[in-house]
Nanobody
Framework: QVQLVESGGDLVQAGGSLRLSCKASGSIDRINNMGWWRQIPGKQRELVAA???????TEKDSAKGRFTISIDNAKNTVFLQMNSLKLEDTAVYYC???????????????WGQGTQVTVSS
């Protein structure tokens, strides 16, 4: 079994910062990439940023310059540093990872349980 456990969501004022963490654990052979998605009630889940274990980054335009994704391969952990937070960043943030479980040949997609980020005025 593979699990993703997120932490770091909180209530913060506009202009503030938060750092989200997500650790993958369990029977893991290899992690291909990890990332962060977010979902606002009534809207589709959207990609915020993703990073491969080699450091290649994909990110949403609105995140560029404010959010920084990083990965600690030794700890199977991905981080999202969020600065200059805006009201519209309020959402549930989900960790996502493509992981090859032990004993398998192909990756599977895993999701965390979500962590709430609320930005207030």
């Amino acid at each position: 079994q593979v699990q993703l456990v997120e932490s770091g969501g909180d209530l913060v004022q506009a202009g503030g910062s938060l750092r989200l963490s997500c650790k993958a654990s369990g029977s893991i052979d290899r992690i291909n990439n990890m990332g962060w998605w977010r979902q606002i009630p009534g809207k589709q889940r959207e990609l915020v940023a993703a990073i491969t274990t080699r450091g290649t980054i994909t990110e949403k335009d609105s995140a560029k310059g404010r959010f920084t994704i990083s990965i600690d391969n030794a700890k199977n952990t991905v981080f999202l540093q969020m600065n200059s937070l805006k009201l519209e960043d309020t959402a549930v943030y989900y960790c996502n990872a493509e992981i090859v479980p032990s004993g398998r040949f192909f990756h599977e997609t895993y999701w965390g349980q979500g962590t709430q980020v609320t930005v207030s005025s």
